[in-house]
């Protein structure tokens, strides 16, 4: 059996070194550097030195590298470099490997060595040597590095390094005497183990965490390793229970990891990533080395995964999704696989119609993306603020965490980064803020926890957090029977007429979840076999914690149900008809279509202010013009009648204008 590729790209932390695609790179790497040196070279087998003896030494360490003998090729580096103090290529290797292994003090010693001897010979070591300066907090030394080397290059690709770096330096300096809060708090040993920990998702009421581990496997030959989903409760003292993997979605075969979960925690978006020999086993497809899945927990059993499919995967690498509170807006990393890694990795989005199809990709502007990687993203419950990691905005080096606000046009505003101490020079990544946006989840190799990487929280400081947000917890049932009703329930901005959020109530038990900022809101509540629910809300941000709670009874198609058209808007003592009544209009006109057989009246009711016969008059009027909107759409005019009852048939009191708006409606009876 072939091993599965992990779930993250290379490089997104040092102490994850051997991951397949890690070890891809590794291979290359000989390759690489040896590239280098010809270019370095004034002719394809010259040397610096002419000592036949470290030449020899030389020759047989790039033999060991194309073998993969890493450690033989650093001795016979070593000791050619102690054979010719003058000899500037090995010093250049064993710089190169140095940093490979992270043995940054060691490697900008080669590299001092190597500009000592001979600026000119290989100028690419001084800007490794001021990216390492710049990882060590030696911000001066690095800024004169960077600056120097910009002086001399003219390949761009590195000239835009060397000035990102010295666009690093000025951050940096500034930005580490002006510390934010910071005191990251342990999940403690029932979330973390002595396995790395890492890509929390956490649903809307902040009870239960789903998080990646890698885990032991010695029956994957090579690696040994694979990667699961765990998932933890908290108790009622709002502690975290001790977790258990994820059943149905997790095998034995294959890496999943880096989910995202919908709000009310029932749909899970994931990376799942083929074998070697780029199948996914079974009946699962697959469209490129890495793709989206998802899976639907119904009561307490999860489904069988199901690949998103095209457009959203590709041929090349997508992992990393996070979906909006929406519940149809994704947004997900995708890299070029190359040979040497994963490259040009950037945050692409795309939205699902009414027919559950998901649109063209597209990729984020400028002010998110840069010309170097991205990843870890995650939009916001608010809809409205999105933190992700990258190396490509100004920053402490290696991945940084940043925060980008949606404009009112829909363009993403400039990265903000989160600041130091959160990040540091190490790379920072795999954050997610709850709903709420007080907490703050992430991943860290530091020191003092269980081993490896662990989870963390800590407060975020209040000018980092997204907008304010609520959640509302509903519950479907059949207003006859109470039975649990599985329905899709809408939530649409008043304002806009823009969808704001959705979810799918659970059969089991008719619950869902929701989150939304503050607004008026009209929901729409529809399942097979009933009416739809109609409904319009004021929805206020409450105190943290504590969520709106709707309840959703649906009438079931039977002669004599009645709903109310809570959503159809006219003008004041008009029957015009407003467009913002259309998402109601066409879910009834939808209704129609899917029971041919169903015949219905279309009742008007008034308050009781004005002269009866006004009232009377129209009513009639009113409940017409809904008649004639629905027929308009294709609706046979013989299966609806369209009466008006004026104030005869209240439904509230009519000395208060709460009340007053409740007499005030359009209903469907079904007849």
Same mark, same amino acid.
């Given at each position: 059996m072939n091993s599965a590729r992990s779930t993250r790209p290379p490089g997104s932390w040092r102490s994850v070194l051997n991951t397949p695609a890690v070890l891809c790179a590794r291979s290359a790497f000989a390759a690489c550097c040896c590239g280098l040196l010809l270019t370095a070279s004034?002719?394809?087998?010259?040397? %610096?030195?002419? /000592?036949?003896?470290?030449?020899?030494?030389?020759?047989?360490?790039? /033999?060991?590298?194309?073998?993969?003998? @890493?450690?033989? #090729?650093?001795?016979?580096?070593?000791?050619?470099?102690? #054979?010719?103090?003058?000899?500037?290529?090995?010093?250049?290797?064993? #710089?190169?490997?140095?940093?490979?292994?992270?043995?940054?003090?060691?490697?900008?010693?080669?590299?001092r060595e190597v500009m000592a001897i001979n600026p000119r010979f290989f100028p690419v070591a001084q800007l490794h040597l001021a990216d390492l300066e710049f990882r060590a907090g030696d911000y001066s030394a690095a800024e004169k590095n960077y600056s120097a080397y910009m002086k001399q290059e003219e390949e761009p690709q590195r000239k835009a390094r060397a000035k990102l770096g010295l666009r690093n330096c000025e951050f940096a300096a500034r930005a580490i005497q002006q510390p934010v809060p910071f005191e990251p708090k342990n999940l403690g040993p029932n979330v973390n183990s002595a396995d790395p920990e890492y890509y929390p998702c956490i649903t809307a009421d902040d009870a239960t965490l789903i998080y990646t581990r890698r885990v032991?496997?010695?029956?994957?030959?090579?690696?040994?390793?694979?990667?699961?989903?765990?998932?933890?409760?908290?108790?009622?003292?709002?502690? &975290?229970?001790?977790?258990?993997?994820?059943?149905?979605?997790?095998?034995?075969?294959?890496n999943e990891g880096a989910g995202t979960l919908s709000p009310d925690g029932r749909f899970l978006i994931f990376t799942k990533c083929a074998l070697e020999d780029g199948t996914y086993g079974g009946s699962l497809a697959g469209e490129g080395s890495c793709d989206l899945f998802i899976s639907r927990r119904i009561g307490d059993r999860w489904g069988v995964p199901q690949n998103l499919g095209t457009?959203?995967?590709?041929?090349? &690498?997508?992992?990393?999704?996070?979906?909006?509170?929406?519940?149809?807006?994704l947004y997900y990393v995708r890299g070029a696989?190359?040979?040497?890694?994963?490259? %040009?990795?950037?945050?692409?989005?795309?939205?699902?119609?009414?027919?559950?199809? @998901?649109?063209?990709?597209?990729?984020?502007?400028?002010?998110?993306?840069?010309p170097y990687q991205e990843e870890s993203v995650q939009i916001h419950p608010d809809g409205r603020t999105l933190y992700f990691s990258s190396n490509g905005h100004p920053g402490f080096g290696g991945l940084d965490i940043y925060m980008s606000r949606k404009q009112d046009d829909g363009t993403w505003g400039p990265a903000l980064n989160l600041g130091y101490p959160i990040n540091s020079s190490a790379d920072e990544n795999s954050l997610l803020v709850s709903a709420d946006g007080r907490i703050a989840y992430f991943a860290s190799d530091r020191a003092g926890g269980h081993g490896d990487l662990d989870l963390y929280s800590f407060e975020l400081y209040p000018e980092a957090r997204p907008l304010p947000i609520t959640y509302i917890k509903g519950n479907v049932f059949d207003v006859d029977t109470k039975a649990p009703v599985e329905a899709d329930v809408q939530l649409y901005d008043l304002k806009t007429g823009q969808l704001a959020t959705g979810a799918y109530s659970d059969p089991k038990t008719g619950e869902f979840l929701v989150c939304l900022p503050s607004g008026e809101y009209a929901l729409n509540a529809s399942a097979e076999g009933y009416l739809f629910f109609s409904k319009n809300y004021d929805v206020a941000v409450t105190k943290v914690g504590e969520p709106v709670s709707l309840e959703v009874p649906m009438s079931a198609l039977t002669a004599g149900s009645t709903i109310a058209l809570r959503n159809i808007f006219f003008n004041?003592?008009?029957?015009?008809?407003?467009?913002?009544?259309?998402?109601?209009?066409?879910?009834?006109?939808k209704l129609l279509q899917a029971n041919p057989a169903l015949r219905i009246e279309l009742g008007g009711h008034t308050d009781n202010v004005g002269a009866d016969a006004a009232n009377l008059t129209l009513s009639d009027q009113r409940a017409n013009a809904v008649r004639d909107f629905v027929v308009a759409k294709g609706i046979d005019a013989a299966r609806i009648t369209a009466k008006g009852y004026g104030e005869t048939r209240p439904v509230a009191s009519n000395d208060t204008e709460e009340g007053r708006a409740q007499n005030r409606r359009t209903e469907v009876t079904v007849l």
């Open positions: 004034a002719q394809p087998g010259s040397y %610096s030195s002419t /000592d036949k003896g470290a030449i020899k030494r030389y020759e047989s360490g790039r /033999d060991c590298m194309g073998q993969r003998r @890493w450690d033989c #090729a650093e001795s016979e580096f070593t000791k050619a470099a102690d #054979a010719d103090a003058q000899f500037i290529e090995p010093r250049i290797m064993l #710089a190169e490997i140095a940093e490979q292994k992270g043995e940054n003090a060691v490697a900008m010693t080669r590299y032991k496997a010695p029956e994957i030959p090579i690696y040994g390793m694979q990667e699961d989903f765990y998932v933890s409760r908290r108790d009622l003292e709002g502690n &975290w229970k001790p977790s258990i993997p994820l059943p149905v979605v997790n095998t034995r075969a294959f457009p959203v995967n590709s041929s090349h &690498w997508e992992t990393q999704p996070s979906l909006a509170s929406d519940g149809r807006t696989v190359a040979r040497d890694g994963i490259k %040009s990795m950037d945050i692409w989005t795309t939205t699902m119609d009414d027919e559950g199809r @998901w649109s063209k990709p597209v990729k984020l502007g400028d002010n998110v993306n840069t004041t003592a008009s029957y015009e008809l407003l467009p913002t009544s259309n998402t109601e209009l066409d879910k009834l006109v």
